[in-house]
């Protein structure tokens, strides 16, 4: 399994944007902020309706109508972030998926940071209802908040190993 | 039924998580900073690439075998701004680098980043690190 997934990051090294992305002068370093530019707004809005489940800003919207105005920034961030990353991984992917904070961060807590934040908006229509929000609500938004901070100190981590 | 898709979806990732063998890869790197070693080999191939060059050589050690190391050097942009190209160095080139090596006592050591540029003599000249 491993064997074969490095393999595959062999290949997406020796495709045409593979090998672009790694030995461009300029294009690494766009391709970077493209990563960082989709991950601010991702996170942004995640934050935004996190921080809103506890409780900032309750006199001006309810979560539901916070997260339903987000929705199309915070999936448009989504996928600027994954595009980002996955033209950086397409460089050097195989020195990736042998890197410890890399394994940790796309291997546990992206997808279970991905799968708490859909469930949090799935359960925001209805826990945000109301400008105070339950308990079970400011409980999702901390963890959630605490899971993409662990997510993007793994990610800081990923050059130090 | 989705969430439960979705449990065995991160329950998987945590399986590969735990299954990929970690050493099967050189790329662990923390370097000794404290210590500076000097090699001196041949240039057996060049990575002018992202996030980092690389300078693969071969050295020969007291007792006549080679070593083969591998040092990391800064990103394309960093090498760029010091005066490097990709034929800057060459397969065959004889060199002799500074380099820290990592702790762990492997052929792996860094030699350049954005903050530093260790000495490096190629065919007899040295690299001004600018």
Known sequence: ?161 | MRSYVLGLLVAAAGVFLISSPTSAHHGLAHYDMKKTIALSGTVTAFDWGNPHCLIHMDVMDDGGHFQHWTLEMSSISAMSRRGWAKDTLKRGDQVIVETHPAQNGTSLGISSSPDFALKLVVNGKEIPSR
């Not at chain 1, 539901?64 to 448009?76: F, G, K, R, T």
């Not at chain 1, 890197?99 to 934040?117: E, S």
């Not at chain 1, 469930?119 to 959630?144: D, F, I, M, N, S």
Request: include cysteine; glycine fraction near 8%; charge should be positive.
């Open chain 1, 1 to 161: 399994m491993y064997q074969s997934l490095v393999a595959f990051c062999k290949w997406l090294e020796s495709t045409w944007w593979g090998t672009g992305v790694r030995t461009s002068l300029w294009v690494y370093p766009f391709i970077q902020l493209i990563h960082f530019s989709g991950l601010s707004l991702w996170l942004g809005t995640n934050a935004a309706v996190d921080l809103r489940l506890l409780g900032v800003g309750k006199k001006r919207q309810t979560a539901a109508q916070l997260s339903d105005a987000l929705l199309v920034w915070n999936w448009i961030g989504f996928c600027i972030v994954v595009l980002g990353g996955f033209l950086l991984f397409s460089a050097t992917g195989s020195t990736y998926v042998a890197n410890p904070a890399f394994q940790v961060k796309l291997g546990m807590l992206v997808p279970l940071a991905l799968v708490w934040h859909i469930v949090v908006q799935q359960k925001t229509r209805t826990w945000g209802q109301t400008p105070e929000t339950p308990a079970a609500a400011k409980l999702a938004g901390l963890v959630e908040l605490l899971l993409w901070i662990s997510v993007v100190t793994a990610a800081v981590e990923i050059p130090n190993h």
